[in-house]
């Protein structure tokens, strides 16, 4: 293990990666950008009736079929899932930071996860005396859908990781 932490994070899922030096360099490319753990938000994947009681969102019918608008609050509902997940990859990271014992996290995300992960990050690193000086560098930034090798490519053209060194033949 590096001591390095990478987190992929998107409103569905989030990715940990280790970055790993290869055992060879003379023979192999590396450093390489290796997954570790994929954790998804549930909440996230139920469609229509699997999460609301009804599908259709501020309506409904009064006597004489005439409707009235309503606020059913589903986007306080989406907030607090929103919120949830946040603290469960939290958890998440200071569990693998331990683990690893590691000294820097890249925490990559959409804007608004990064906003949540913020929350629930500050409060949690200081009550762990071995996560005290986790180094955090963040890159508001989509990656999820993307292959380890282009994240890795990604981050090492923000100068986040180290370059692969390719081997020549």
Do not use: C
Not at 78 to 94: D, K
């Amino acid at each position: 293990m590096s001591g390095l932490i990478v987190a992929v994070v998107d409103g569905t899922r989030a990715r940990f990666f280790s970055l790993e030096q290869v055992q060879l360099p003379e023979y192999e490319s590396g450093p390489n950008l290796v997954e570790r753990e994929t954790l998804f938000n549930r909440a996230k994947e139920l469609a229509g009736k699997e999460l609301w009681a009804s599908v259709k969102t501020g309506r409904n019918q009064g006597k004489g079929s005439q409707g009235h608008a309503y606020d059913d609050h589903r986007q306080n509902h989406l907030g607090e899932f929103g919120r949830r997940f946040a603290q469960i990859i939290a958890n998440q990271i200071a569990k693998l930071a331990q683990t690893d014992q590691a000294q820097q996290l890249i925490l990559v995300a959409e804007p608004q996860i990064l906003g949540l992960l913020r929350e629930v990050l500050a409060p949690l690193l200081p009550r762990n005396p071995q996560l005290k000086n986790l180094q955090i560098q963040e890159l508001a930034k989509d990656l999820s859908k993307l292959k380890p090798m282009e994240i890795h490519q990604s981050l090492a053209n923000k100068d986040l990781l180290p370059a692969r060194r390719k081997l020549s033949t």
